[in-house]
């Protein structure tokens, strides 16, 4: 199965910041050969299991911080899915040498993970949205216990680090929920959140309430 | 290992992890800790195996090592002493033998991951010092990367004498997790002495049947392979495996085939399995073809040494002072980069030689081995005169490399031959001796065979050995470059392969460059078969390409083909200031050239290069170009920048000053920090880049040695912050006079004033911003 190009092109762009202007032709250049190859560059491997076939259910997810899925656990699915360690090579060498090709090749693979991701979910749970440990004021430290209930190490060949970051690099893990939309309202780190201080979301939505978003500035002077 | 072995087929025994996961009473205990608390189910299943017909059995004991262990109830030496107990039980009187099975410490080694390859082999040597005398061998198995099963089996190797097995898992794609090929496996595992290596656990059997065969071209040892029972299946908690016990038995027989000469079980095989496999015992085996032994290899390419290669000669340091000062400071970008270009250009494998006055060559040569095979996949030439250098970045190399050079000295033979032995290695030999360097062909084709013998004495095939013809300047005595080539043409007689290094011959002469290339053809048809120079030569490299095609090195004129089939990129002729402004790298050369007629080089920084870059600057604040090409700009400003102080600007000093950056430690994510770093090289601060997952140490230890102007940390990730924090701490109880910046995707300004770092930067053109008012 195939991701259109054209959304990996339009979303690539997008993550670039080209969202509302064309790109030169050398960027398009780079561009076109990284869609061309990110396939063969990268290997794609996914691996999940519902929760219902676990022996028991997983104990981070009876956390407060994840009350938002309470009701939608029966259907849900844990899952993890990986570009393999060559294109994080490839990104690393290219950066070091062209570097401009770098930064497109890695927007590429991220767009390229997250549409493979979406292609899966479409076709196992249409509607339905991965929920991955850090949003929402979860802890990112709960991708240990969803890498570990997947055995994704053996599966997938992914690694966290005692940091808390994925190896490789282009890795995800999370929870596959139907019915599920994202908000601030029921978020229990709202009250702090950088995300709205910015008036964004973590959701990639415009922040809700503009009073929160007036205070938020980016600091780019003395700290 | 028995004889028996490479004469029939012998029979493991399967997985214990399968058993005890389907024994409800068991299944939640460490697997290790049930010798000791359920020593009678171990022992059962031992037991089954053993009367199934396994002429082999493994200490349960996967996990027993330091670093897997140290949650468990018991100790180390608890468990090991009660598996190895088990295991002596079951097999009782019989001739069973006992392999101590140990698995991979499940943490990723550096550079990817926090474990060193010291700590990884001390780990292993740590079991190996305890049951050596208590096991009849080792089996190493389950390993996923080729680094990580190598420091144990040296731990295994240089501990023990008894016999050694290794398997590692592979993929659908045929690869292990971190990328090697079977034919990588089974080189890298029989180069370091490993009796039996293999595969296990991986896929389905059906799938490895083609990876046996292609291991089974790269190494005449016996084979283990041991695969799952098809693919497991997770329903209601439970894991069961859908192939029947009949056809995994049938695919063995396949894999008997292919090339495997001792076959197990792994996930989902039970002595039912084994019990069934039983009639494949003492089936004589083919006698195997022996296989080529003159390859190389990194991690992940492989590499056969033949007639027209090219080797790269720039990571030498020698006559080289940017190179000189970076290997000092331990910034290895600038290595990192020449490594990358001298790919892009087309060498194969790459000279590695560190030898900088008033360094420790020991250390900064395995340094520099890891940091160039952390970016780059070409294998290399491990260059030294120290024989203690060769040993320590041998240890730590990533597959099976060269090491440059052998002689026919006997203290230099005695002191390398047995390293080449231990490692496998391929090595360069010179024709020279004690005596020195022989002035007639006869006395250099003396020291060769004097060398074959010596190498053959020590089991080194002269296959693996790269003979040095050796070139001296023709400007000292004209016949020089004569003897050289009927040195070759000698060298070439007796059947071994051929290297010079070029660039001599032309010392102490005008137009070297000339000499060089024409030295070369008449060196590439004397004999010569893989040349150490210059690849960034173009010129040089036309010629050899050129040469393979025309004398058949290159088949089909392929690699001439498609080099000549890549059209030439279009020089425009755009003013440096337009070149720097749309970052258009071909151009820069001719761009240079031009404006260096007309100015100078202090004015050309003023008029044009900063100029240009403010208004890429400019124009990335309004969103009219983005990342990408203001990245290209950069580069290209940075390497006019290069040029000029290679030409004037150093004379001057008119640097910038010096800015230290790092990613701090546990963040391995350092685009958004290398983006910074050429934005700031382009506008002529310089950069001590202490690169990724920088323990807050060594960013102290760069400011007590440089006093930088300002100390950049960037960090991608929250669980990376507190790490930040902590550097940023010690620079201010350090009472660091330069400021702290710190950047990064989840940092903000507050962020930054909670932990007390003087500045902000949301992106590059910022902390030049925040540089520039300093």
């Known amino acids: ?223 | 290992m028995p004889e028996s072995i490479s004469k029939k087929v012998q029979v493991f025994d399967g997985a214990m992890g399968t058993v005890l996961t389907a024994d409800p009473e068991v299944n939640s205990f460490l697997p290790e800790e049930l010798n000791l608390l359920f020593p009678e189910k171990i022992l059962a299943i031992h037991r089954a195996y053993v009367e199934a017909g396994a002429q082999f059995i493994t200490t349960n004991t996967f996990s027993a090592n330091p670093i897997k262990l140290n949650s468990s109830r018991f100790s180390l030496h608890q468990v090991l002493d009660a598996a190895i107990m088990l295991a002596r039980q079951a097999a009782g009187e019989s001739s069973c033998k006992i392999m101590l099975n140990m698995g991979p410490t499940g943490k990723l080694l550096e550079p990817l991951g926090e474990l060193s390859f010291e700590e990884t082999y001390e780990n292993y040597k740590t079991v190996v010092e305890y049951t050596k005398d208590k096991v009849d061998g080792y089996v190493l198995e389950t390993f996923s990367d080729l680094y990580e099963i190598r420091a144990a089996i040296l731990a295994v190797k240089e501990n023990s004498a008894l016999p050694l097995m290794a398997t590692m898992t592979f993929d659908t794609s045929g690869r292990t997790l971190t990328g090697s090929s079977p034919e990588i496996v089974a080189l890298t595992l029989s180069a370091l002495g490993v009796d039996v290596p293999g595969i296990n656990c991986s896929t389905s059997p059906e799938y490895l049947i083609p990876l046996v065969k292609r291991m089974r071209a790269f190494t005449h040892l016996p084979l283990l392979v041991q695969p799952n029972k098809g693919f497991p299946i997770l329903c209601r908690g439970s894991v069961s495996y859908a192939m029947s016990d009949e056809d995994f038995v049938y695919y063995t027989g396949k894999l008997i085939d292919a090339g495997a000469s001792i076959v197990g079980g792994c996930c989902g095989t039970t002595p039912a399995t084994i019990a069934l496999m039983a009639k494949y015992k003492s089936l004589p085996l083919k006698e195997y073809a022996p296989v080529a032994d003159n390859y190389i290899c990194s991690s992940t390419r492989l590499l056969k040494l033949q007639q027209g290669l090219v080797c790269g000669e720039r990571l030498n340091p020698t006559g080289k002072k940017t190179l000189q000062q970076a290997l000092l400071y331990s910034d290895f970008g600038y290595l990192q980069q020449e490594a990358l270009s001298q790919q892009e250009a087309g060498a194969h494998f790459l000279d590695l030689n560190v030898g900088v006055p008033n360094a420790d060559e020991v250390d900064l040569l395995c340094r520099a081995t890891k940091k160039v095979q952390e970016i780059c996949d070409l294998p290399l030439q491990l260059d030294s005169s120290n024989p203690e250098a060769i040993g320590a970045a041998l240890r730590v190399y990533n597959g099976v490399p060269v090491i440059n050079s052998i002689n026919g000295s006997g203290p230099v033979l005695k002191a390398l031959l047995p390293l080449l032995a231990k490692y496998g290695a391929s090595a360069v030999a010179l024709t020279l001796d004690e005596q020195g360097i022989p002035e007639t062909v006869e006395g250099r084709l003396r020291i060769a065979k004097r060398i074959i013998a010596r190498a053959a004495a020590r089991g080194i095939n002269k296959n693996r050995l790269i003979f040095d013809a050796l070139v001296m300047a023709v400007s000292s005595n004209q016949s020089y470059g004569l003897l050289t080539l009927e040195t070759l043409r000698s060298l070439k007689k007796m059947g071994v392969l051929t290297t010079i290094g070029l660039s001599n011959v032309s010392f102490g002469l005008p137009d070297r460059p000339l000499l060089n290339r024409s030295f070369l053809l008449m060196a590439l048809t004397s004999g010569l078969d893989i040349p150490i120079l210059n690849p960034l030569d173009k010129e040089n490299m036309q010629s050899l390409r050129a040469f393979n095609a025309l004398s058949g090195a290159d088949p089909a004129c392929e690699n001439y083909i498609s080099y000549r089939s890549i059209s030439p990129v279009q020089e425009q002729s755009d003013s440096l200031y337009q070149v720097v402004l749309s970052g258009l790298k071909e151009s820069l050369p001719q761009a240079m050239n031009t404006i260096l007629k007309e100015k100078e080089p202090q004015q050309i920084i003023n008029e044009d290069l900063i100029p240009a870059l403010d208004e890429v600057g400019l124009r990335f604040e309004k969103k009219l170009v983005f990342l990408p090409q203001l990245i290209r700009s950069a580069e290209v400003a940075r390497q006019a920048f290069q040029h000029l102080g290679e030409m004037y600007v150093q004379k001057t000093d008119k640097s910038q000053g010096l800015v230290v950056l790092a990613t701090v430690k546990g963040d391995i994510h350092d685009i958004g920090k290398n983006i910074v770093k050429v934005v700031l090289e382009s506008h002529g601060y310089r950069v001590l880049d202490l690169g990724k997952n920088v323990d807050t140490e060594k960013v102290l230890e760069a400011y007590r040695t440089h006093r930088p102007l300002a100390i950049g940390l960037s960090a991608l990730m929250t669980t990376t912050v507190p790490s930040m924090s902590r550097t940023v701490e010690a620079l201010k109880a350090l009472n660091a006079e330069c400021p702290v910046i710190v950047g990064g995707a989840v940092l903000t300004g507050s962020l930054a004033r909670e932990m007390g770092a003087d500045y902000y930067a949301a992106d590059a053109l910022t902390a030049i911003r925040i540089l520039e008012e300093l």
């Open chain 1, 1 to 223: 199965m195939c991701v259109p190009a054209s959304l990996l092109r339009h979303n690539a762009l997008t993550y670039l910041g080209y969202s509302d202007s064309d790109p030169d032709e050398q960027t398009l250049v780079t561009l076109h050969s990284a869609l061309s190859h990110i396939a063969e560059w990268s290997a794609y491997k996914q691996h999940y299991s519902y929760l219902k076939d676990l022996s028991e259910a997983p104990a981070f997810l009876q956390q407060e911080s994840y009350r938002s899925l309470q009701g939608k656990l029966d259907t849900a699915l844990l899952f993890a899915a990986t570009l393999g360690l060559d294109i994080d090579r490839r990104i690393q060498s290219l950066s070091l040498s062209r570097l401009s090709e770098a930064v497109v090749l890695n927007a590429v693979a991220n767009v390229y993970l997250e549409a493979r991701k979406e292609m899966f979910i479409k076709e196992i749970m249409p509607g339905g949205v991965l929920f991955c440990p850090g949003y929402a004021g979860t802890s990112p430290q709960d991708n240990r216990s969803v890498l570990n209930l997947l055995d994704a190490k053996k599966h997938l060949g992914i690694y966290l680090k005692d940091s808390g970051l994925m190896m490789p690099e282009k890795s995800m893990a999370g929870i596959v929920v139907a019915n599920y939309s994202f908000s601030c309202r029921a978020c229990s780190i709202r009250s702090k959140c950088d995300y709205l201080r910015q008036a964004k979301t973590c959701y990639g939505k415009p922040a809700p309430e503009r009073k929160e978003s007036r205070s938020a500035k980016r600091d780019n002077t003395k700290a």
